[in-house]
């Protein structure tokens, strides 16, 4: 692993001679070894400007380093959104949440016996989404463990390559979008909870105790979850998401390419 400490006296040189009055500055805790060549990366604070220099401590123009830049930025911001908010959405209980969930809608199958056959097909179709919303946080899961292990054994050999940039990616897009489905079904069968607990509502007694706790059950579930009614705003963020979220953008056509490259203190030209 790379550390300040650590760097080779040259390096450092050469970044101390790009540093300014008042900054400090971050290593990249790996090289980057891109088409057969190794590169360090810088980070300056409080600018929040960046530099990638060759291992032989050559500051190349951006025109010469824009696939390495562009690597180590996308690299190190999978990582940062795998152990930020992967782990945060990983440690939610949506497992246990959701298995306690369908136990409520077989419950409500069971136990409403008069249930008209759309509102059958709608519960089942519950059921079969809520079963998709455990695998996706199964899904999310492996890539954040997959994501830590990874970050690990690169920091471990001091280098990053192409290669593992594509699995941080996949990792990172894996988790993006198991949590874009996760939303989109809860909004998805919004409706659906609606029409199924105001049914249950004028045909719940106490002459069948069962489906009356069901019913209070799911009315709790429904409280807790996304829609379309009590939550436009979460519907218009994941229209305008959907319309990305399942493309694989090449990072040289993302749109902020260049107002990145912008923070590259390598030579313009």
Do not use: C
């Not at 805790?29 to 990366?41: E, H, M, Q, S, V």
Request: hydrophobic residues 35%; charged residues 35%; glycine residues 2%.
């Amino acid at each position: 692993m790379i550390i300040p400490s650590n760097l080779d006296p040259e390096i450092r040189e050469v970044v101390e001679r790009y540093t300014k009055n008042g900054e400090k500055w971050e290593v990249f805790p790996a090289k980057l070894f891109i088409d057969g060549t190794f590169y360090y990366y810088f980070y300056f604070d409080p600018a929040e400007e960046l530099m990638v220099i060759r291992d032989d401590g050559a500051v190349l123009p951006v025109s010469q380093i824009r696939k390495v830049a562009l690597i180590a930025d996308a690299y190190n911001t999978s990582i940062t959104i795998l152990a930020n908010d992967g782990e945060s959405m990983a440690r939610k209980p949506i497992v246990t949440i959701y298995k306690r969930y369908i136990r409520v809608l077989e419950k409500i199958k069971k136990y409403a016996v008069n249930l008209p056959s759309q509102l059958q097909k709608e519960l089942d179709e519950m059921i079969s989404l809520s079963k998709e919303v455990i695998d996706h946080q199964i899904t999310i899961r492996k890539s954040v463990n997959a994501g830590k292990k990874l970050t690990v054994e690169t920091r471990k050999r001091g280098v990053v390559t192409e290669d593992d940039f594509k699995k941080m990616r996949s990792y990172h897009m894996a988790l993006a979008r198991s949590g874009f489905r996760q939303n989109e079904i809860e909004l998805e069968t919004s409706e659906a909870r609606e029409r199924l607990i105001n049914y249950l509502n004028t045909q719940v007694s106490w002459k069948n105790w069962r489906l009356w706790l069901a019913y209070k059950e799911l009315k709790h579930h429904d409280r807790r979850m996304y829609s379309k009614k009590r939550d436009p705003e979460e519907v218009k963020i994941l229209e305008e998401l959907r319309r990305e979220i399942y493309k694989d953008i090449p990072i040289e056509q993302h749109p902020d390419v260049e107002n990145y490259l912008a923070k590259l203190r390598n030579p313009k030209s």
